[in-house]
């Protein structure tokens, strides 16, 4: 079992940049592929990045490809989510998950949950 802490999240204005970090303080991080998601106000919980157990393979949604950037380091037990170019509509509360698979971007597939640090981007 794992548990996850998000931090990093704020205000910030469009155009702006923001890292966000998820640190696992307990289990062993590199048995778990992590992804992050978010959810806006009003609408449903939506797969914004993952990144495998060994942080050799990363895959972005499309809205945010080319602007964020997740990666890993496992001896550090934290995964990053850079987060760059940021638009009114990149505004959510973020969550880092955990999954045992090797790779993981549905939802279902993640067992372990944060609990979501919000980021608010201002036009």
């Known amino acids: 079992q794992v548990q996850l802490v998000e931090s990093g999240g704020g205000l910030v204005q469009a155009g702006g940049s923001l890292r966000l970090s998820c640190a696992a303080s307990?289990?062993?991080?590199?048995?778990?592929?992590v992804g992050w998601f978010r959810q806006a106000p009003g609408k449903e919980r939506e797969f914004v990045a993952t990144i495998t157990r060994s942080g050799g393979t990363s895959v972005y949604a499309d809205s945010v490809k080319g602007r964020y950037t997740i990666s890993r380091d496992n001896a550090k037990n934290t995964v990053y989510l850079q987060m760059n170019s940021l638009k009114p509509e990149d505004t959510a509360i973020y969550y880092c998950a955990a999954s045992s698979n090797y790779y993981a971007t549905r939802e279902n597939s993640f067992a372990y949950w944060g609990q979501g640090t919000q980021v608010t981007v201002s036009s």
């Open positions: 307990s289990g062993t991080f590199s048995n778990y592929a």
